[in-house]
Protein backbone atom coordinates (compact mmCIF):
# COMPACT_ATOMS: atom_id res chain seq x y z
CA UNK A 1 0.00 0.00 0.00
CA UNK A 2 3.11 2.05 0.51
CA UNK A 3 3.57 3.46 -2.93
CA UNK A 4 -0.23 4.33 -3.93
CA UNK A 5 -0.49 5.82 -0.72
CA UNK A 6 2.40 8.09 -1.39
CA UNK A 7 1.29 8.98 -4.89
CA UNK A 8 -2.38 9.58 -2.84
CA UNK A 9 -1.03 11.71 -0.93
CA UNK A 10 0.76 13.64 -2.78
CA UNK A 11 -1.73 14.11 -5.48
CA UNK A 12 -3.83 15.24 -2.10
CA UNK A 13 -1.72 18.31 -2.14
CA UNK A 14 -4.80 20.59 -4.07
CA UNK A 15 -7.28 18.30 -3.80
CA UNK A 16 -7.62 17.86 -0.22
CA UNK A 17 -10.42 19.60 1.93
CA UNK A 18 -9.21 21.32 5.05
CA UNK A 19 -12.49 22.21 7.33
CA UNK A 20 -10.41 21.88 10.59
CA UNK A 21 -6.82 22.14 10.91
CA UNK A 22 -5.90 18.50 11.49
CA UNK A 23 -8.32 16.23 9.19
CA UNK A 24 -8.39 16.38 5.35
CA UNK A 25 -10.28 14.23 2.93
CA UNK A 26 -9.67 13.08 -0.78
CA UNK A 27 -13.02 12.46 -2.58
CA UNK A 28 -13.96 10.84 -5.92
CA UNK A 29 -14.22 13.37 -8.47
CA UNK A 30 -12.15 15.97 -6.79
CA UNK A 31 -10.46 18.20 -9.03
CA UNK A 32 -10.36 21.53 -7.26
CA UNK A 33 -10.02 23.00 -4.18
CA UNK A 34 -13.00 20.99 -1.77
CA UNK A 35 -13.15 24.59 0.26
CA UNK A 36 -14.59 25.85 -2.59
CA UNK A 37 -17.04 22.93 -3.16
CA UNK A 38 -20.74 22.98 -2.62
CA UNK A 39 -21.91 23.86 0.28
CA UNK A 40 -24.80 22.47 2.00
CA UNK A 41 -26.71 25.07 4.82
CA UNK A 42 -26.33 23.74 7.65
CA UNK A 43 -38.94 15.25 12.39
CA UNK A 44 -40.84 15.24 15.30
CA UNK A 45 -43.03 14.83 17.99
CA UNK A 46 -44.43 11.69 18.39
CA UNK A 47 -46.51 12.19 15.41
CA UNK A 48 -44.74 13.70 12.44
CA UNK A 49 -47.89 14.27 9.34
CA UNK A 50 -46.52 12.05 6.84
CA UNK A 51 -46.53 15.16 4.32
CA UNK A 52 -43.62 16.74 6.65
CA UNK A 53 -41.38 13.48 6.84
CA UNK A 54 -41.53 12.63 3.58
CA UNK A 55 -40.52 16.26 2.28
CA UNK A 56 -37.70 16.66 0.03
CA UNK A 57 -35.93 20.63 0.60
CA UNK A 58 -32.92 20.91 -1.03
CA UNK A 59 -31.40 24.60 -0.65
CA UNK A 60 -30.75 26.41 -4.08
CA UNK A 61 -27.08 25.80 -3.90
CA UNK A 62 -27.34 22.11 -2.97
CA UNK A 63 -25.88 20.95 -6.09
CA UNK A 64 -25.55 17.24 -5.78
CA UNK A 65 -29.32 16.47 -4.50
CA UNK A 66 -29.18 12.83 -3.05
CA UNK A 67 -31.83 10.49 -4.11
CA UNK A 68 -31.30 7.85 -1.28
CA UNK A 69 -33.63 8.50 1.75
CA UNK A 70 -33.05 8.43 5.58
CA UNK A 71 -35.37 6.57 7.74
CA UNK A 72 -34.94 7.78 11.44
CA UNK A 73 -35.32 5.20 14.83
CA UNK A 74 -34.84 5.89 18.48
CA UNK A 75 -33.24 2.14 19.35
CA UNK A 76 -31.51 3.46 22.75
CA UNK A 77 -32.42 6.78 24.93
CA UNK A 78 -35.20 9.47 24.08
CA UNK A 79 -33.71 12.47 22.24
CA UNK A 80 -33.01 15.16 24.30
CA UNK A 81 -36.38 16.94 22.64
CA UNK A 82 -38.66 16.45 19.75
CA UNK A 83 -37.61 20.09 18.29
CA UNK A 84 -33.91 18.56 18.35
CA UNK A 85 -35.31 15.67 15.96
CA UNK A 86 -37.10 17.67 13.65
CA UNK A 87 -34.32 20.27 13.15
CA UNK A 88 -31.99 16.98 12.16
CA UNK A 89 -34.32 15.87 9.88
CA UNK A 90 -34.64 19.11 8.26
CA UNK A 91 -30.95 19.32 8.56
CA UNK A 92 -31.22 16.30 6.51
CA UNK A 93 -33.53 17.51 4.25
CA UNK A 94 -31.50 20.35 3.05
CA UNK A 95 -28.42 18.05 1.98
CA UNK A 96 -30.75 16.46 -0.68
CA UNK A 97 -32.00 13.44 1.52
CA UNK A 98 -35.80 12.82 1.78
CA UNK A 99 -36.10 11.65 5.20
CA UNK A 100 -38.95 9.99 7.31
CA UNK A 101 -39.32 9.94 10.69
CA UNK A 102 -40.67 6.38 12.61
CA UNK A 103 -43.68 7.49 14.30
CA UNK A 104 -42.02 6.34 17.56
CA UNK A 105 -38.66 8.25 16.99
CA UNK A 106 -39.78 10.51 20.01
CA UNK A 107 -41.34 8.23 22.53
CA UNK A 108 -40.05 8.24 26.02
CA UNK A 109 -40.80 5.21 29.10
CA UNK A 110 -38.17 5.79 31.74
CA UNK A 111 -34.71 6.38 29.98
CA UNK A 112 -35.56 4.50 26.99
CA UNK A 113 -37.32 5.90 23.35
CA UNK A 114 -40.52 3.64 24.36
CA UNK A 115 -40.74 0.05 25.93
CA UNK A 116 -38.33 -2.95 24.45
CA UNK A 117 -40.92 -3.69 22.59
CA UNK A 118 -41.81 -0.49 20.91
CA UNK A 119 -38.16 0.03 19.66
CA UNK A 120 -37.91 -3.36 18.17
CA UNK A 121 -41.00 -2.44 16.23
CA UNK A 122 -39.17 0.43 14.84
CA UNK A 123 -36.50 -1.71 13.53
CA UNK A 124 -38.51 -4.20 12.05
CA UNK A 125 -40.53 -1.76 10.48
CA UNK A 126 -36.97 -0.16 9.12
CA UNK A 127 -36.65 -3.20 7.23
CA UNK A 128 -39.67 -2.81 5.67
CA UNK A 129 -39.79 0.87 4.40
CA UNK A 130 -37.93 1.55 0.89
CA UNK A 131 -35.65 4.87 1.90
CA UNK A 132 -32.08 2.94 1.87
CA UNK A 133 -30.41 4.69 4.96
CA UNK A 134 -31.60 3.89 8.57
CA UNK A 135 -29.87 6.21 11.01
CA UNK A 136 -30.09 6.50 14.48
CA UNK A 137 -31.76 9.69 16.45
CA UNK A 138 -29.41 9.27 19.21
CA UNK A 139 -27.08 6.85 21.21
CA UNK A 140 -27.22 7.02 25.28
CA UNK A 141 -28.49 3.30 26.79
CA UNK A 142 -30.63 0.54 25.53
CA UNK A 143 -29.48 -1.40 22.22
CA UNK A 144 -28.18 -3.97 24.58
CA UNK A 145 -31.78 -4.94 25.83
CA UNK A 146 -32.46 -5.97 21.97
CA UNK A 147 -29.97 -7.95 20.78
CA UNK A 148 -31.44 -11.48 21.61
CA UNK A 149 -34.80 -10.25 19.94
CA UNK A 150 -33.49 -8.62 16.69
CA UNK A 151 -33.27 -10.91 13.24
CA UNK A 152 -30.16 -9.96 12.50
CA UNK A 153 -30.03 -12.23 8.92
CA UNK A 154 -33.54 -10.12 8.14
CA UNK A 155 -31.33 -6.98 9.13
CA UNK A 156 -28.47 -8.07 6.62
CA UNK A 157 -31.15 -9.23 3.85
CA UNK A 158 -32.77 -5.65 4.22
CA UNK A 159 -29.39 -4.35 2.64
CA UNK A 160 -30.00 -0.85 4.23
CA UNK A 161 -27.39 0.89 5.19
CA UNK A 162 -27.71 1.64 9.36
CA UNK A 163 -25.55 4.40 10.81
CA UNK A 164 -25.45 5.68 14.11
CA UNK A 165 -22.76 5.84 17.03
CA UNK A 166 -21.98 5.50 20.91
CA UNK A 167 -24.54 3.06 22.27
CA UNK A 168 -25.10 2.13 18.27
CA UNK A 169 -22.23 0.12 18.27
CA UNK A 170 -24.23 -2.53 20.04
CA UNK A 171 -25.96 -2.97 16.93
CA UNK A 172 -23.07 -2.29 14.83
CA UNK A 173 -20.88 -5.07 16.15
CA UNK A 174 -23.93 -7.39 16.30
CA UNK A 175 -24.58 -7.58 13.05
CA UNK A 176 -21.26 -7.72 12.18
CA UNK A 177 -21.07 -10.58 14.45
CA UNK A 178 -23.71 -12.31 13.41
CA UNK A 179 -24.14 -11.84 9.57
CA UNK A 180 -20.90 -10.46 8.71
CA UNK A 181 -22.53 -7.70 7.19
CA UNK A 182 -20.95 -3.92 6.56
CA UNK A 183 -22.71 -0.94 8.95
CA UNK A 184 -22.01 2.39 9.62
CA UNK A 185 -20.48 4.38 12.52
CA UNK A 186 -21.78 8.10 12.46
CA UNK A 187 -23.49 11.03 13.28
CA UNK A 188 -26.44 10.64 14.98
CA UNK A 189 -29.80 12.71 14.03
CA UNK A 190 -30.58 14.56 16.67
CA UNK A 191 -27.54 14.88 18.57
CA UNK A 192 -25.04 15.67 15.58
CA UNK A 193 -27.45 17.33 12.95
CA UNK A 194 -30.15 18.66 15.41
CA UNK A 195 -28.11 21.66 15.76
CA UNK A 196 -28.44 25.16 13.76
CA UNK A 197 -25.20 25.01 12.08
CA UNK A 198 -23.98 21.44 11.74
CA UNK A 199 -20.63 21.02 11.90
CA UNK A 200 -19.46 20.74 8.11
CA UNK A 201 -16.51 18.60 8.23
CA UNK A 202 -19.26 16.02 9.70
CA UNK A 203 -22.14 16.70 7.21
CA UNK A 204 -19.90 16.64 4.26
CA UNK A 205 -18.19 13.25 5.05
CA UNK A 206 -20.72 11.35 5.91
CA UNK A 207 -22.30 12.65 2.98
CA UNK A 208 -19.29 11.64 1.21
CA UNK A 209 -19.56 8.28 2.56
CA UNK A 210 -23.11 7.38 1.76
CA UNK A 211 -22.43 8.23 -1.67
CA UNK A 212 -19.46 5.95 -1.68
CA UNK A 213 -17.26 9.14 -2.64
CA UNK A 214 -14.81 8.98 0.18
CA UNK A 215 -11.43 7.47 -1.04
CA UNK A 216 -8.81 8.66 1.61
CA UNK A 217 -8.74 10.53 5.11
CA UNK A 218 -5.63 12.17 6.72
CA UNK A 219 -5.33 12.90 9.51
CA UNK A 220 -2.82 14.62 12.28
CA UNK A 221 -1.07 11.74 14.27
CA UNK A 222 1.85 12.93 15.53
CA UNK A 223 2.88 9.85 17.76
CA UNK A 224 1.88 7.01 15.94
CA UNK A 225 3.49 3.87 15.61
CA UNK A 226 4.64 2.98 12.02
CA UNK A 227 2.14 0.86 9.74
CA UNK A 228 1.12 -0.02 6.70
CA UNK A 229 -1.08 -2.44 6.07
CA UNK A 230 -4.60 -3.60 5.18
CA UNK A 231 -7.72 -5.69 7.42
CA UNK A 232 -11.07 -4.93 8.25
CA UNK A 233 -12.29 -2.32 10.31
CA UNK A 234 -14.42 -2.51 13.13
CA UNK A 235 -14.57 -0.82 16.56
CA UNK A 236 -16.51 2.02 17.99
CA UNK A 237 -17.38 3.13 21.70
CA UNK A 238 -14.58 1.21 23.59
CA UNK A 239 -17.57 0.88 26.95
CA UNK A 240 -20.09 -0.53 24.42
CA UNK A 241 -17.24 -3.13 22.58
CA UNK A 242 -15.88 -4.37 26.34
CA UNK A 243 -19.74 -5.03 26.87
CA UNK A 244 -20.48 -7.49 24.29
CA UNK A 245 -17.25 -9.35 25.23
CA UNK A 246 -18.24 -13.18 25.99
CA UNK A 247 -21.54 -12.66 24.05
CA UNK A 248 -22.55 -14.08 20.42
CA UNK A 249 -22.35 -10.46 19.24
CA UNK A 250 -18.68 -9.92 19.87
CA UNK A 251 -17.17 -10.16 16.50
CA UNK A 252 -14.22 -12.59 16.10
CA UNK A 253 -12.28 -10.77 14.00
CA UNK A 254 -8.95 -11.64 13.21
CA UNK A 255 -6.40 -9.20 11.45
CA UNK A 256 -8.43 -6.16 11.88
CA UNK A 257 -8.06 -2.71 12.48
CA UNK A 258 -9.93 -1.99 15.35
CA UNK A 259 -10.70 1.42 16.41
CA UNK A 260 -12.31 3.50 19.90
CA UNK A 261 -13.19 5.87 21.75
CA UNK A 262 -15.10 6.77 24.62
CA UNK A 263 -17.15 9.95 26.47
CA UNK A 264 -17.04 10.27 30.62
CA UNK A 265 -14.93 8.05 30.95
CA UNK A 266 -11.72 8.68 33.24
CA UNK A 267 -8.65 7.40 31.78
CA UNK A 268 -7.87 4.48 34.35
CA UNK A 269 -11.00 3.12 32.88
CA UNK A 270 -10.09 3.37 29.87
CA UNK A 271 -7.25 1.40 30.35
CA UNK A 272 -9.19 -1.10 32.28
CA UNK A 273 -11.17 -1.68 29.54
CA UNK A 274 -8.13 -1.99 26.67
CA UNK A 275 -6.49 -4.52 29.29
CA UNK A 276 -9.33 -6.72 29.05
CA UNK A 277 -9.52 -6.85 25.37
CA UNK A 278 -5.61 -7.58 25.66
CA UNK A 279 -6.17 -10.36 28.42
CA UNK A 280 -9.06 -11.81 26.10
CA UNK A 281 -6.11 -11.87 23.33
CA UNK A 282 -8.71 -9.43 21.29
CA UNK A 283 -6.11 -6.91 20.63
CA UNK A 284 -3.35 -9.40 19.72
CA UNK A 285 -5.21 -10.46 17.03
CA UNK A 286 -5.16 -7.34 15.60
CA UNK A 287 -3.01 -5.60 13.14
CA UNK A 288 -3.00 -2.39 14.45
CA UNK A 289 -5.30 -0.24 17.27
CA UNK A 290 -6.87 2.88 16.54
CA UNK A 291 -7.52 5.71 19.05
CA UNK A 292 -10.21 8.25 18.50
CA UNK A 293 -10.76 10.84 20.91
CA UNK A 294 -11.61 10.02 24.96
CA UNK A 295 -13.47 13.50 25.85
CA UNK A 296 -15.40 14.39 29.17
CA UNK A 297 -13.70 13.24 31.80
CA UNK A 298 -11.90 15.26 34.66
CA UNK A 299 -8.68 14.66 36.46
CA UNK A 300 -8.64 14.39 40.24
CA UNK A 301 -5.93 14.58 43.00
CA UNK A 302 -5.99 10.69 43.54
CA UNK A 303 -4.24 10.39 39.66
CA UNK A 304 -1.22 12.46 40.70
CA UNK A 305 -1.42 13.29 37.06
CA UNK A 306 -1.67 10.24 35.09
CA UNK A 307 -3.71 11.37 32.57
CA UNK A 308 -4.43 9.84 28.73
CA UNK A 309 -0.81 10.29 27.51
CA UNK A 310 0.41 8.06 30.16
CA UNK A 311 -2.81 5.46 29.38
CA UNK A 312 -1.64 5.09 25.42
CA UNK A 313 2.17 4.92 26.78
CA UNK A 314 1.22 2.01 28.82
CA UNK A 315 -0.81 0.58 26.21
CA UNK A 316 1.61 0.67 23.30
CA UNK A 317 4.37 -0.88 25.53
CA UNK A 318 2.35 -3.69 26.63
CA UNK A 319 -0.20 -4.96 23.92
CA UNK A 320 2.50 -5.24 21.18
CA UNK A 321 0.93 -3.86 17.92
CA UNK A 322 0.97 -0.82 16.61
CA UNK A 323 -1.30 2.23 18.08
CA UNK A 324 -2.03 4.86 16.24
CA UNK A 325 -3.81 8.05 17.35
CA UNK A 326 -5.54 10.93 16.28
CA UNK A 327 -8.82 9.68 14.34
CA UNK A 328 -11.40 12.16 14.10
CA UNK A 329 -14.12 10.38 15.29
CA UNK A 330 -15.78 9.94 18.70
CA UNK A 331 -18.36 12.21 21.00
CA UNK A 332 -17.17 15.12 19.56
CA UNK A 333 -18.50 17.46 16.73
CA UNK A 334 -15.91 16.40 14.44
CA UNK A 335 -17.02 12.42 13.57
CA UNK A 336 -16.01 10.37 10.46
CA UNK A 337 -18.16 8.31 9.26
CA UNK A 338 -17.15 4.86 9.30
CA UNK A 339 -17.50 1.30 7.44
CA UNK A 340 -17.84 -1.26 10.20
CA UNK A 341 -17.12 -4.51 8.68
CA UNK A 342 -15.89 -3.73 5.50
CA UNK A 343 -11.75 -4.37 4.39
CA UNK A 344 -9.55 -0.57 4.44
CA UNK A 345 -6.07 0.41 3.88
CA UNK A 346 -4.32 2.29 7.11
CA UNK A 347 -0.42 3.73 7.12
CA UNK A 348 1.31 5.95 9.14
CA UNK A 349 4.00 8.62 7.50
CA UNK A 350 5.55 11.88 9.05
CA UNK A 351 3.27 12.84 11.54
CA UNK A 352 0.26 11.50 9.38
CA UNK A 353 -2.35 8.45 9.23
CA UNK A 354 -4.24 7.78 5.97
CA UNK A 355 -7.06 5.98 6.07
CA UNK A 356 -8.20 4.83 2.71
CA UNK A 357 -11.60 3.76 2.17
CA UNK A 358 -11.75 2.73 -1.11
CA UNK A 359 -8.77 2.15 -3.40
CA UNK A 360 -8.77 1.69 -7.32
Given amino acids: MRKQQQASSDKMANTRAQASPDVHRKSRGDTHDPGHDHKHEGDAGQRVEQAEQDE ?14 IYVISGSSPVPSAD ?27 RFAGTDAQRLQAIERSLEQPYPIVMASRGGYGMSRLLGQINWNAVADSGKRFVGHSDFTAFNLALLARTGAVSYTGPNVSTDFGEDSPNELTRDMFVEVMRNELEI ?5 PDSDAFDGRGVLWGGNLAML ?9 PKIRGGILFVEDVNEHPYRVERMLLQLAHAGVLARQKALVLGHFTEYKQVA ?5 GLPDVIAYIRKTVGIPVVTGLPYGHTPVKVTLPIGMRVGLATEDGMGYLVLQEH
Fill in 84 to 110: RLKLGAKNLRKLGFKVKVDRSAALQTG
Fill in 302 to 306: HDHGY
Fill in 242 to 250: VSLLGTPFF
Fill in 217 to 221: LSFES
Fill in 56 to 69: HICSPDCEHAMPEG
